[in-house]
């Protein structure tokens, strides 16, 4: 089995790695042109885990959370490029655009989130309540963004 793993998948695995005492991490995100911001984000999520799980949304869900013209890159190329990197354990694809299906399904010790974010303002809140999960906030590299890479390739070719 390699790191891109199903949801019935990363359940199992994460039901054993608990038995083994494993700090389990989740986090998500469309990933979808891979970025220092990307690469900073997972380092620090990872420093705060023994597994780093990353729920990559897909891309039928990237197309409703981006709109028509994204994503960029398709899912399985995200998926193996994310499962590349050394901090990376596992990456599991889910298509709502909340992870709060697969947060339930998964129960991880910790969810990171942007410090865009607050406990308030979390979309996942009930959730991660719900199962007593803690929340670390990680501060985002400013300026950096697939958003913005977009942009400036569009004003490079205009």
């Given amino acids: ?18 038995k083994e005492n494993k700090k389990i991490v989740f986090t998500n995100g469309c990933f979808d042109i891979i970025h220092i911001g990307h690469i900073r984000y997972l380092k620090e999520s990872a ?12 891309d039928s ?6 709109g028509e013209k994204r994503p960029i890159n398709p899912e399985m190329d995200r998926a193996e490029l994310l499962s590349e990197l050394s901090i990376v354990d596992y990456v599991v694809i889910f298509d709502e655009t909340s992870p709060s299906v697969l947060i ?17 303002t979390l979309p996942e809140r009930e959730v ?12 985002f590299v400013l300026g950096k963004s697939t958003s913005n890479i977009i942009k400036k390739i569009e004003q490079k070719n205009n």
Avoid: H, Q, W
């Fill in 128 to 139: 991660v309540g719900k199962n007593n999960i803690e929340v670390k906030f990680i501060d």
């Fill in 61 to 66: 869900s990237v197309k409703k959370l981006k």
């Fill in 47 to 58: 420093k705060f885990a023994d597994i780093l799980i990353i729920g990559l949304n897909s």
């Fill in 104 to 120: 339930d399904e998964i129960k991880p010790d910790i969810y990171t989130k942007g410090a865009d974010y607050t406990l308030e």
């Fill in 1 to 18: 089995m390699g790191k891109v793993v199903s949801r019935s998948e990363i359940v199992s695995l994460v039901k054993e790695l608990k």
